[in-house]
């Protein structure tokens, strides 16, 4: 079983509908982020969260909101998707133990489409 | 702010062609450094990483030096398999108040032809 796992894997959903991507993760992880991947422009940082209590906005928050429900569990919601909101998303976890190099590990993506 | 650069794609080799990505950065302070591989339908996965000046990063016959005096960090491989193809992310962390956030690169798509 994967270490971070996402669900759905893909999503067809229409303007104006809301839209939840959940992340859920067993290795154990406080430090939880999800990107956002486009054709061409790497990975860009939607939020992150340190721990439970903890939620920050990274580079393209807005249209998006997270929910850190417990350790191991971080989803991402899309209130009301419009069509620039289709990409792939990307769960991705990291230890904030001392002497972290900063390497993340990741989910296998979200696909939603946002017609 | 921090960013990352590599070279545009699509590349395209033959196999057991050399490779050579190239990725320089911008960032304050003592970064560390990453090459992801993102093969298709799948997830990004950690290809090799160096944390300091002059380190060298090596995995599955691919290896990347963190040039301090050049701000770069160049993937090679000597001689390429069908099984690279991909796309590769070079990335960095910058620490202090960055600390456990990636800043990525736009990807480089890798084709290897028999």
């Known amino acids: 079983d994967a270490d971070v796992t996402q669900t759905p894997r893909n999503r067809i959903t229409k303007t104006g509908k809301r839209i939840m991507l959940e992340c859920s993760q067993t290795k154990g992880h406080d430090r939880m982020y999800w990107y956002r991947q486009d054709p061409g422009l790497g990975l860009q940082l939607i939020y992150y969260?340190?721990?439970?209590?903890?939620?920050n906005k990274g580079e393209i928050s807005d249209g998006y909101s997270v929910s850190r429900q417990a350790q191991a569990k971080f989803s991402l919601s899309l209130e009301s998707a419009i069509p620039n909101q289709t990409a792939l998303y990307f769960c991705?976890?990291?230890?904030?133990?001392?002497?972290?190099?900063?390497?993340?590990?990741f989910g296998e993506g979200s696909r939603l489409t946002v017609l | 702010g921090d960013s990352v650069t590599q070279m545009e794609g699509p590349v395209t080799l033959s196999e057991e062609a050399f490779l050579t990505i190239n990725c320089t950065y911008t960032a304050t302070g003592y970064p560390s450094l990453f090459w992801y591989v993102q093969y298709p339908g799948e997830g990004l996965q950690l290809l090799l990483k160096a944390t300091k000046a002059d380190d060298k990063g090596s995995n599955k016959g691919f290896e990347a030096t963190y040039r301090k005096e050049t701000t770069s960090f160049h993937l090679e491989k000597g001689s390429v398999q069908v099984s690279d193809s991909a796309v590769y992310f070079c990335a960095l962390n910058a620490g202090g108040t960055s600390y456990g956030k990636l800043t990525f690169g736009q990807g480089t798509i890798l084709t290897v032809h028999p």
């Open positions: 991705a976890t990291s230890t904030g133990r001392q002497g972290n190099t900063g390497e993340l590990f």
């Open positions: 969260s340190f721990d439970v209590k903890d939620i």
